[in-house]
């Protein structure tokens, strides 16, 4: 336990970052159980650690942090650290990357655990982090009427400009920018160049750990998909080797036709997957684990069994990785509008368009010379234009479509 202290405010005193996700002053910090879940790499160790810091006071045996895939936890129980760290006075409780928790016995994982601890130490708040997978994990302990939880996105283009260009300006709802969005593309292009920004961001800026090592960034966005693949989603959905080597490769075939128009025939047929249930789980996992995005029709059921009508990955920055070569422009423009958009609103597949948004709202995206007539017999139609700084009545910069959240 004292190298458990130990390695916590080493972790805590060196977390330095000043910059702070829109998500952090969203999150009710006084609840008692609180849930951050999201995809490897957007920043969820970077968050607990920056809570961690602030409760901190003279008393450091309050706060502990731990990741539970550290070696003390092969043999420790989470029920038995938090016991003994009530008992030393703990107040705070971070614990990181919980779905790599070995449990101590069947059928009596970290969901159980936490659930015992909730309800034995009143006094005891848990702040915990988890893979965007979590949403397939079964756990053992029921923890939906104790927990808040929250999702971490990648980093928006708003953040990514605030972040790295020391501006500060502010979330825009979807109501603001299809109403007053010439005034405010006037006073964000007054302060900054936006389009060579936007440029960079489709490139790199959806990634937080993209300043620690710039000439490294896609070797490391690579090693991160293949912990998802190898390691994550096997973990969370109990996926065997075989079906991790099948997502590979089915990674690899989407990533070549994005967007794809789903023939799930002849997916099936080129990686060798027996039936079309299998098929659409292997789709599912790569969702949830937001390295693809589907777009489905309006429709009522389990989405896990619906033919999605659409295929993306799931942010720019996976398509310039992943993608050789060049990647299609058309392609990167509507990954950035889905991607944005779908953290905040439901985006759905539309044959007049490209995409429909709450059920209300029709967009085209393209390049600006791009015209309405694609959308001219739909009213309110709007388009999501790229390199333009400043729009016209229903002719919106795509760029400010990224200052959502």
């Known amino acids: 336990m004292e190298n458990l202290y130990e390695q916590s405010q080493q972790f805590i005193y060196k977390q330095e970052s000043?910059?702070?996700?829109?998500?952090?002053?969203?999150?009710?910090w006084s609840n008692r159980l609180i849930e951050v879940n999201g995809a490897r790499g957007v920043g969820k160790t970077t968050l607990l650690l920056q809570r961690a810091k602030e409760v901190l006071s003279g008393n450091s045996r309050e706060v502990l942090y731990a990741s539970l895939d550290d070696p003390y936890f092969y043999s420790n129980s989470i029920v038995d650290t938090a016991e003994m760290f009530v008992k030393y006075g703990g107040s705070f409780l971070?614990?990181?990357?919980?779905?790599?928790?070995?449990?101590?016995q069947r059928d009596y994982d970290w969901s159980a655990e936490l659930k015992v601890i909730y309800d034995r130490y009143p006094e005891l708040q848990i702040v915990y982090s988890g893979s965007s997978l979590l949403q397939l994990y079964k756990g053992s302990g029921d923890l939906s009427r104790r927990k808040c939880n929250y999702n971490l996105p990648g980093l928006s283009f708003r953040e990514f400009v605030n972040w790295y260009h020391d501006q500060t300006f502010e979330v825009f709802s979807l109501a603001s920018i299809l109403n007053s969005?010439?005034?405010i593309a006037k006073d964000i292009v007054a302060q900054v160049?936006?389009?060579?920004?936007?440029?960079?961001?489709?490139?790199?800026?959806?990634?937080?750990?993209?300043?620690?090592?710039?000439?490294?960034f896609y070797k490391r966005l690579k090693d991160t998909i293949t912990v998802v693949l190898e390691q994550d989603i096997p973990a969370v959905a109990s996926f065997s080797t075989e079906s991790s080597i099948k997502l590979k490769k089915l990674l690899a075939a989407l990533s070549?036709?994005?967007?794809y128009t789903p023939n799930l025939s002849n997916l099936r047929s080129e990686l060798f997957i027996a039936d079309q249930r299998t098929l659409l789980k292997y789709l599912n996992a790569l969702e949830i684990a937001e390295l693809i995005a589907t777009l489905?029709?309006?429709?009522?059921?389990?989405?896990?069994?619906?033919?999605?009508?659409?295929?993306?990955?799931?942010?720019?920055?996976?398509?310039?990785c992943l993608v050789q070569g060049m990647p299609n422009i058309g392609t990167i423009r509507e990954t950035f509008f889905l991607n944005q958009l779908r953290s905040l609103h439901k985006?759905?597949?539309?044959?007049s368009g490209d995409f429909l948004v709450n059920s209300s709202l029709s967009f085209e995206v393209g390049g600006k010379s791009k015209t309405s007539q694609q959308v001219k017999h739909i009213e309110g139609a709007s388009l999501a234009l790229d390199d333009i700084e400043i729009g016209f009545g229903n002719r919106i910069p795509l760029w400010l479509f990224g200052f959502l959240y």
């Open 193 to 216: 160049k936006i389009l060579p920004l936007f440029q960079n961001y489709l490139r790199f800026g959806y990634y937080p750990y993209y300043h620690e090592a710039p000439n490294h």
């Open 347 to 351: 985006v759905s597949y539309t044959k």
């Open 94 to 104: 971070f614990l990181d990357e919980v779905h790599k928790y070995p449990p101590k």
């Open 256 to 259: 070549i036709t994005v967007p």
């Open 296 to 320: 489905d029709r309006e429709v009522k059921g389990i989405k896990t069994l619906q033919k999605p009508e659409k295929i993306y990955l799931n942010n720019t920055n996976l398509a310039h």
């Open 181 to 183: 969005h010439e005034g």
């Open 18 to 28: 000043k910059k702070y996700r829109s998500l952090y002053s969203q999150i009710d």
